[in-house]
């Protein structure tokens, strides 16, 4: 039977923005919210003689949770008179969605068998979470190398005062000299197909070989003692930038710009298309991804794919790093403006299910094209073009603590 799937998310949304959240206390007794959802059921209800009763979780809940609010309900609903039946065998349907907002769960019942169906909806705790607050930082940007053709991607070298640069023309090797970085040598990139022009990369080192990801093609090569690379045309999926633990990689869709979705290894459910994400270890130590969607939303997943908080005005850049001042990593985000205007970044921590803003904002003399996780964690690696000299300038950038 079709349901108001738009109906029951325009209910959400309603909710959401009318403010009905409870208090964030921890509890895992569902009785009290159990108790007033089958109230209004049974008041929605034509018979209490043969209802079914299905759920559906769209909340950061895990199995257990529903499974226990699951029974809460039912208990509710028999105490009230109510005998749950099969579908087949139901007079009425009950559909239940478990979903949130940004301070309650939300536990919305759809209930009848014909459109329009009728809505009952009440607000549930979410679990206490430890709220960790940093003192404001600063971001502090070291500028790398600058181009006049749009770099994609940098790779410091370990132990080696070089970078690798893959650029729109091919993977460049710089030197240190004095502080300073000077081109060394440079290899064109014969890509086995035509590529974008909208173009995205990424160049991986490992010791003196390197992999670079290119849309539709897949380079590899050593940097030493001779800068080498050859190309092949590949759709594999593309390596995350994350900072520590299990490496992760995703499906970049060459001819949209932007990564498909699904991750590997999986998240249990398939993300939406995004442009960038970042996975963060918590202060509990659990995991949670964020996702720059390609609708514009920021979404917070925990470990396997459930949803836990959107975040609004953000660009489409995003990446982790420690932090090296305390406290769980910190995430880099790219503000939202016009191509053609400049740009700001700014630091943030997750507190709780929401962001913590930990610096002012550090600007850019044009809009911010790349953020990517720097390999050892430790900053993150933004490429910007400078509206004034039309080149592209690469840079280190890290959180400090104090201002």
Request: glycine share 8%.
């Amino acid at each position: 039977m079709p349901r108001s799937r738009a109906r029951l998310a325009w209910l959400c949304l309603l909710a959401i923005f009318a403010g009905a959240a409870a208090p964030r206390a921890f509890s895992q007794n569902w009785t009290q919210p159990a108790r007033e959802l089958a109230a209004k059921i049974v008041g929605h209800a034509q018979s209490r003689s043969a209802l079914s009763l299905t759920v559906h979780n769209a909340s950061s809940m895990d199995a257990a949770d529903v499974n226990d609010a699951r029974r809460a309900v039912e208990t509710q609903l028999r105490a009230l008179g109510v005998r749950l039946v099969s579908p087949d065998q139901a007079v009425e349907d009950v559909d239940l969605t478990f979903s949130e907002n940004s301070g309650s769960y939300l536990w919305v019942a759809q209930i009848g068998r014909s459109d329009p169906r009728d809505v009952a909806m009440v607000t549930a705790p979410m679990p206490a979470v430890s709220q960790y607050r940093s003192s404001l930082g600063t971001l502090r940007r070291t500028p790398l190398v600058s181009e006049p053709v749009p770099i994609l991607d940098i790779a410091p070298l370990n132990g080696v005062p070089a970078l690798l640069v893959l650029d729109a023309e091919g993977i460049k090797l710089y030197r240190s000299n004095s502080g300073r970085w000077t081109l060394d040598a440079a290899q064109a990139i014969v890509a086995a197909r035509p590529l974008p022009r909208d173009l995205r990369g990424r160049i991986v080192v490992q010791d003196a070989a390197f992999t670079a990801f290119l849309p539709g093609t897949q380079c590899s090569g050593q940097w030493t003692p001779l800068l080498s690379v050859t190309c092949r045309a590949s759709d594999d999926p593309w390596p995350l930038p994350v900072a520590g633990g299990a490496p992760a990689r995703a499906f970049y869709n060459a001819s949209r710009d932007f990564f498909a979705g699904p991750l590997s290894p999986s998240l249990g459910t398939n993300s939406a298309p995004f442009y960038s994400a970042a996975r963060l270890t918590l202060a509990d130590n659990s995991t949670a991804w964020l996702f720059a969607s390609v609708d514009g939303a920021v979404r917070l997943v925990n470990s396997v794919g459930q949803p836990m908080a959107n975040f609004n005005g953000w660009g489409s850049d995003l990446a982790a790093a420690t932090n090296t001042c305390g406290g769980p990593a910190y995430v880099v985000a790219a503000g939202s403006g016009a191509p053609d205007q400049p740009d700001t970044i700014r630091a943030y921590q997750l507190s709780g299910r929401k962001m913590t803003q930990l610096s002012e904002p550090l600007e850019f003399p044009g809009p911010v094209t790349a953020l990517w996780t720097q390999p050892d964690g430790a900053a993150v690696l933004a490429v910007s073009k400078n509206l004034r000299t039309g080149d592209y300038e690469a840079s280190s950038v890290a959180l400090t603590c104090g201002r």
